[in-house]
């Protein structure tokens, strides 16, 4: 599965952003898939998750609640719907695939491929 990112951007905290991450490849509805961003000089971190139908869905602590991702299999893409966003929010946000269809990982080192990232930037 390749993965394209796309619909970050600047915006005021308090402010929201749609992100959205399209797929090429007849797979995509076989796997689950997730958001992870990295902030300058941090580590990379898991964001939100969802399984292979879309039923499922399940969020890091900092984005519960703000956030919420969902898919659209028809059209071989997932969404990261972003509000009320914070300062801390910015990062480069990164799509990825799962190995598995059914999962609730958190893990980075459990999703495949990657998308190449779209930088999200939330001014005070």
């Known amino acids: 599965v390749q993965l394209q990112a796309s619909g970050g951007g600047l915006v005021q905290a308090g402010g929201s952003l749609r992100l959205s991450c399209a797929a090429s490849g007849r797979t995509f509805s076989s796997h689950s898939m997730g958001w992870f961003r990295q902030a300058p000089g941090k580590d990379r971190e898991f964001v939100a998750g969802?399984?292979?139908?879309?039923?499922?869905?399940y969020y890091a602590n900092a984005v519960e609640g703000r956030f919420t991702i969902s898919r659209d299999n028809a059209k071989n893409t997932v969404y990261l719907q972003m509000s009320s966003l914070k300062p801390e929010d910015t990062a480069v946000y990164y799509c990825?695939?799962?190995?598995?269809?059914?999962?609730?990982?958190?893990?980075?080192?459990?999703?495949?491929?990657w998308g190449q990232g779209t930088l999200v930037t939330v001014s005070s």
């Open positions: 990825a695939a799962s190995y598995y269809s059914n999962t609730y990982s958190f893990d980075a080192s459990d999703f495949g491929s």
């Open positions: 969802i399984n292979f139908s879309g039923s499922t869905a």
